[in-house]
């Protein structure tokens, strides 16, 4: 391998493309073959979905799952299981998909931006508190790239001030916070099983709980409210989208699930060697992990430190030319920067809704909002590391990061 920098002509470390990712085999086409011979194919009347619920909430240790067809949709359920008032603030995290957002705004509720801590990339529970009002109703904590927030210390909070808490798993299946699976330490915990999860029905989404009047009005909730009764006239007991999950991706989800906890074993141990392999390396810190948690790496990110003297983007850019697929600053500004619903309160019609229901606070999000996310964002890289890669595919990551790292500092 030579010293000089890919970018600047040298040979990269890295010239093989990685193992690609294929996450469905024969196990997966037997359980719809399954779906082929009863000829079922919509939820009701089929059995793989409520088989996927009855299996994933046993995997998960709590008595109630909701499939839907979406993480977005499982987050949406989540919100109809507890039915906030119109105007009401919802608290969540500035770094997150837009899926977390939208349904807030469907239920005219105001989203409100915890910022993050940029170490860990994760609100923290003051972060949390210092953005409750008496019109706060939820906190949606949002488990970026694989590790958990400190699920305990906003729920403390959240106890103190009566709000329900909404894990979004959707980056963090399977992973443990001091000893307990993220999304059954919060009072609902919703996952995407969107194609690039770490188990996936394609699209797909789950909300689970432990609480039965959430369980009952969630189970309402993806199928239009419907109280379904056999014969005779319908009735639909509330306002509610349809998310019914189809069964063939139920059948999917039963396969995917038990491949589970293999998939995330096999990342965490490569994630594992990755940081114990960039000790030491100059100029970047690995996503610090919260006191006591896991980390499943749905994305490994590290940060290149203020001190670094290169910028992050050139840092980006140098190792690609290794041969190392990365990413620079994820979503690339805070995710109310990102969306117009947000930044410009488009909604529904030129109504400006919910930010216009009478007595809402005048919840702005300005260039001071968040300052941590930003400040993270500026100075993140993230790469994929996954169940099909093995340990030599992460030595050849290390070595890039040492040698960019330290190539840069020479022309510095
Ligand atoms: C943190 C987070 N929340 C919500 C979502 C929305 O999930 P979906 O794309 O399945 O609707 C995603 C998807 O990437 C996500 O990463």
Known sequence: MSDRLAIHGGTPVRTAPFPALRKWDYEELREILDV?????????????????????AQAY???????????TAAIHVALGMLNPEPGSEIITAPITDLGTITPILFQQCLPVFADVDPTTFAVTPESVEAQITARTAAVILVHLFGTPCDTDGVMAVARQRGLTVIEDCSQCHWTRLRGRLSGTIGHIGVFSLQSSKHMTTGEGGMTITADPAFAERGAFFQDKGWARSGTGPRAYRFLAPNYRMPELSGAVGLAQLRKLPGVVQHRRALGERLTAALRGVDGILPQRL????????????????????????AFAKALQAEGIPCGFGYIGKPIFE???SCWRRETLGT???????????????????????????SRLIYLDIHEAMAPRDIDDIASAIHKVATGLHAEA
């Open 36 to 56: 082929f011979d009863t000829g079922i194919t919509g939820r009701y009347g089929g059995r793989k979905v409520t088989a996927f619920e009855t299996a994933f």
């Open 61 to 71: 240790g709590v008595p109630h799952a909701v499939a839907s067809t979406s993480g």
């Open 290 to 313: 919260v006191e006591g948690a896991e980390h499943s790496y749905w994305k490994y990110g590290f940060t290149v430190t203020r001190e670094a003297p290169w910028a992050p983007g």
């Open 338 to 340: 990102c969306a117009e």
């Open 351 to 377: 109504s400006g809704l919910p930010y216009t229901l009478p007595g809402v606070r005048d919840v702005r999000y300005d260039e001071s909002t968040c300052p941590g996310a930003r400040d993270l964002l």
